[in-house]
């Protein structure tokens, strides 16, 4: 079981609020990212969930449990760092066994455990060497599964990809989500990338200043930002964001088109601009047009081989039902 | 710095160099040649350098003269102990200052420091007094406790220097994988420092063995370290310069011999961990 | 990182450490304070009573005062600039390339190793002993009379062998700073063509500030108190009597604990000066 519920949580660095007062529930099974831009209260989020940092004020609850005193080691949750945090003295296998050593489980079962682990994550070769040999996606796997032979309440990661490199990354992504569809745990995921969020996460709590800006799965995410900023900042490339003269013919203050609702139309159209810069992904084309009167580009996406080039004009007409409304507060106009 | 260097100013760097370090190691190392020379030749002029009849009758005579072991063994007993004791005091208190830093962190590490500024003479008649108060005037354990104290700070501060090296994030690691403090440091901070916490033990070993206030002035026979048995030979016997020779080389040896096999935590531990 | 818990934790763990060092400084400290207004001769009545400001006026007007102040100011700084001095130039030369770098390093740091005692006793006898002396043996070599360091120049004499145990320290911790010096840094520097001196000037001497700042601490602490060297080669004799050896004499030889605890107070306050002075360096140097 893991549930994690959090009532009008708040932390205060001094005088410093870095995470206002916030409600939050994470339901038993449930892969939850939080996203958002560095600086944002993420991590803090996650190291108060943790019990690495105490909340200033405010409740947090472990399966209905309150955990809000309970110093970490008796959270029944397993974090999975950044840096890995390997004990660099120890082998893999002594890695794995750590934290249930320090549980006083009995030997066989110790043993059980780890060559399950190291099964799954392809370290049964490698059980006896230490950290320091490891290649970076090892040592991943190895800080992850010192995280499962515990059988946590649930799965904390603090950006744990980001120290990979992008091949690698991609590759991880799909075990870690591999992982969470075998194991059914709570997993509580803390990233900066937008991209891991929407393809991992069964619900996404994006934060901006300690604040949460949305929580919901990423289609809802996408489909229907609250606000301007969760707008840009979920989906890639970025929602083009307008305001002024285009956005009041639509009754709103700012309005957002996505590349991919922008159709390149042979004359008319609601823009016209010239081509700037094209990136060529085979799939997809992706066109920074230049349209008089804007000083952002707008971003475009075309199909793979449309034989446009540096300087042409185009026409370009956003899908009506797909104009996403802000007034002036920056909130989404239903 | 690896700059390609020619090897003649390569050759002008060792012939300088060694010749410095040389003349920088004469005193010791004519210290013990003369240990194995007769009083006749030690005072000879002009000097004999290798060309005489090496001897260890010094050695029998200063040992016959004064039990060197006893003395010798006080100082491993007081070095050994007094560096310990402070280790185990010093560790917790250095997790302390380098993983749970507070504004006063900085304070109280600059205020342990300056009580080694205290001088030791200003207290050295409370200490006396209270030695006889409590009948531990030339006792070991006393002595232990002092040189101790002495210490503590120079420990607490290297330790500290050393934790700071070490990635809070594992320490954090320990804790979520359900580590009480006490097996937190244990089982991943001790062995993580071990090269720091040798080095530290090390020269304060060394520090602790060399002390020559408190075991000057606090012994008289039962407790007195290498120290007191060296300053015995002050007056007149320091004219038989072979005698003296043969007791300073005997005192210095075992840090010598102790420095030899672990130079490289020594090397490192000699900068206090100030200086990476 | 820090919760409630590990707080808690971390002033648990402090304790011992503070609390044994608070004893051992504020017993002590105490007792000197309350002899330092006794009239306390043990030897001749021991206590007779309250003796108010008679000790304090009575330890800075003897003529050994001043004296004191000034041997100890000159064996302090005298050491402190030549280990300095010659650490800067010692450890540029070691951190040359050369063959058997790794031996002489040893040899430069082992006087560390050599107990006090030890050292001035070999000084003394085996190199400044005015007949016998390997000193003196070198003079009359080149046709000089020999010296008679210890009395002729006592406190020269001295400097130069607590230099001698010191030097290694300050040496390898220059060192030590000298070599995390950034290569590129110093071939930038070549290429702007800056001269040697410049180079030095420039770069490689604020780079050592840090150090150097930590060596003057270090070095001070142990040099304020030095007694060994002093207790075995003159025994306080030719202006060679430092504040911490004027007290040494007063409490245990002359048995005057009264007057010698004044002393001690006079020490405490000279040395915590210095203390603030350092440590107001040192504490924006521990930042790094």
Same mark, same amino acid.
Request: glycine share 8%; proline share 8%.
């Given at each position: 079981m893991g549930r994690i519920t959090l009532e009008k949580v708040q932390k205060k660095f001094g005088e410093t609020e870095v995470i206002p007062p916030l409600d939050l529930t994470i339901e038993d099974g449930e892969f939850?990212?939080?996203?958002?831009?560095?600086?944002?209260?993420?991590?803090?989020?996650?190291?108060?969930?943790?019990?690495?940092?105490?909340?200033?004020?405010?409740?947090?609850?472990?399966?209905?449990?309150?955990?809000?005193?309970?110093?970490?080691?008796?959270?029944?949750?397993?974090?999975?760092?950044?840096s890995y945090a390997l004990y660099p003295h120890m082998t893999v296998r002594k890695n794995i066994a750590f934290p249930m050593k320090m549980a006083g489980m009995d030997q066989a079962e110790q043993d059980r455990r780890i060559k399950k682990a190291a099964d799954a994550l392809n370290l049964t070769d490698y059980l006896d060497r230490r950290p320091g040999q490891l290649s970076g996606g090892q040592r991943q796997r190895v800080a992850i599964g010192r995280a499962i032979v515990r059988e946590p309440a649930a799965f904390l990661f603090d950006e744990p990809l980001s120290n990979l490199d992008a091949a690698l990354r991609v590759g991880m992504r799909l075990e870690i989500s591999e992982l969470h569809s075998r194991l059914e745990t709570t997993m509580i995921y803390v990233t900066h990338d937008q991209v891991e969020a929407m393809t991992m996460a069964d619900k996404i709590v994006v934060l901006r200043a300690g604040n949460i800006e949305q929580v919901g799965s990423p289609l809802e995410l996408y489909r229907e930002p609250r606000n301007v900023f969760v707008a840009g900042f979920i989906g890639s490339p970025k929602m083009n964001l307008m305001s002024g003269p285009a956005a009041q013919a639509h009754g709103a203050h700012t309005i957002g088109i996505r590349p991919e609702h922008l159709d390149v139309v042979e004359s008319g159209g609601t823009f016209s601009g010239k081509v700037g810069v094209s990136e060529h992904l085979g799939s997809d084309t992706f066109f920074h047009v230049h349209v008089d009167a804007m000083e952002e580009p707008m971003t475009v996406r075309a199909g793979g081989e449309v034989g446009l080039r540096h300087g042409d004009m185009i026409h370009l007409e956003p899908q009506a039902d797909k104009i996403h409304r802000f007034d002036e507060k920056g909130l989404r106009i239903a | 710095m690896a700059r390609a260097v020619s090897s003649r100013r390569k050759a002008i760097n060792t012939a300088v160099a060694w010749a410095i370090g040389l003349l920088i190691f004469f005193p010791i190392l004519w210290t013990i040649l003369t240990s194995f020379k007769t009083e006749a030749q030690a005072i000879a002029d002009p000097p004999i350098f290798l060309g005489f009849d090496w001897t260890l009758e010094n050695y029998r005579i200063v040992q016959e003269r004064s039990n060197y072991m006893r003395f010798l063994w006080n100082s491993v007993i007081i070095a050994g102990f007094s560096t310990i004791l402070g280790v185990i005091i010093a560790v917790p208190a250095a997790w302390s200052m380098a993983? =749970? *830093?507070?504004?006063?962190?900085?304070?109280? +590490?600059?205020?342990? $420091?300056?009580?080694?500024?205290?001088?030791?003479?200003?207290?050295?008649?409370?200490?006396?007094l209270i030695c006889i108060e409590l009948g531990v005037l030339d006792n070991r354990v006393a002595l232990v406790v002092i040189i101790m104290l002495i210490n503590l700070p120079i420990i607490v501060w290297m330790l500290y220097t050393y934790f700071r090296e070490i990635p809070g994030e594992i320490l954090e690691a320990a804790r979520m994988d359900g580590a009480s403090l006490r097996n937190e440091i244990l089982y991943v901070?001790?062995?993580?420092? =071990? *090269?720091?916490?040798?080095?530290?033990?090390? +020269?304060?070993?060394? $520090?602790a063995w060399n002390e020559a206030f408190w075991t000057l002035n606090l012994t008289a026979v039962n407790a007195a370290p290498l120290t007191a048995f060296i300053a015995s030979y002050s007056s007149p016997e320091g004219l038989f310069f072979a005698k003296l020779s043969a007791a300073s080389t005997m005192a210095i040896a075992p840090i010598l011999i102790l420095g030899w096999f672990s130079q490289k935590q020594l090397v490192r531990g000699l900068t206090f961990g100030a200086v990476k | 990182m820090a919760t409630q818990h590990s707080r808690s934790a971390a002033r648990l763990m402090m304790a011992p450490a503070v609390f044994v060092l608070?004893?051992?400084?504020?017993?002590?400290?105490?007792?000197?304070?309350?002899?330092?207004?006794?009239?306390?001769?043990?030897?001749r009545g021991g206590d007779l009573g309250f003796a108010g400001w008679d000790n304090y006026v009575r330890f800075v007007t003897s003529s050994s005062f001043w004296p004191s102040i000034y041997s100890t100011l000159i064996i302090v700084g005298g050491v402190l600039v030549i280990t300095i001095f010659f650490g800067i130039?010692?450890?540029?030369?070691?951190?040359?390339?050369?063959?058997?770098?790794?031996?002489?390093?040893?040899l430069v740091i082992a006087p560390f190793f050599v107990m006090p005692t030890v050292s001035a006793l070999v000084w003394k006898n085996m190199f400044m002993d005015p007949t016998n002396g390997l000193l003196a043996h070198l003079w009359r070599f080149f046709g000089a009379d020999p010296v008679v360091w210890l009395s002729d120049v006592p406190l020269f004499s001295i400097v130069l062998i607590v230099s001698w145990q010191w030097l290694p320290f300050a040496t390898l911790i220059l060192l030590t700073a000298i070599q995390s010096l950034d290569s590129d840094q110093l071939e930038a520097a070549e290429m702007d063509g800056a001269p040697h001196l410049k180079r030095f000037w420039y770069i490689i001497l604020p780079h050592l500030s840090r150090a150097i700042t930590i060596v003057l601490l270090i070095q001070t602490i142990f040099l304020l108190s030095i007694f060994a060297e002093i207790f075995v080669t003159t025994g306080g004799a030719f202006g060679t009597r430092t504040l911490?050896?004027?007290?040494?004499?007063?409490?245990?030889?002359?048995q005057n604990i009264g007057l010698g605890s004044a002393g001690g107070v006079y020490a405490i306050i000279l040395a915590n000066i210095v203390a603030i002075f350092l440590m107001r360096i040192v504490g924006k140097n521990l930042d790094t």
């Open positions: 939850v990212v939080f996203v958002g831009p560095s600086g944002c209260g993420k991590s803090t989020l996650l190291r108060l969930i943790a019990g690495l940092e105490d909340v200033s004020s405010g409740e947090i609850r472990i399966d209905g449990q309150p955990a809000t005193d309970l110093p970490p080691a008796k959270r029944g949750l397993a974090m999975v760092f950044q | 993983f =749970v *830093p507070s504004r006063r962190t900085k304070d109280i +590490l600059l205020w342990m $420091l300056s009580t080694k500024m205290l001088p030791a003479v200003g207290v050295l008649y409370p200490i006396y901070l001790t062995p993580m420092a =071990v *090269p720091g916490i040798a080095s530290t033990v090390l +020269l304060n070993f060394i $520090l | 608070l004893v051992w400084m504020l017993v002590p400290l105490g007792m000197t304070l309350w002899f330092s207004f006794r009239q306390y001769l043990p030897l130039l010692l450890a540029m030369l070691l951190d040359q390339p050369m063959f058997g770098q790794g031996i002489v390093r040893i911490t050896y004027l007290i040494f004499q007063r409490v245990l030889e002359s």
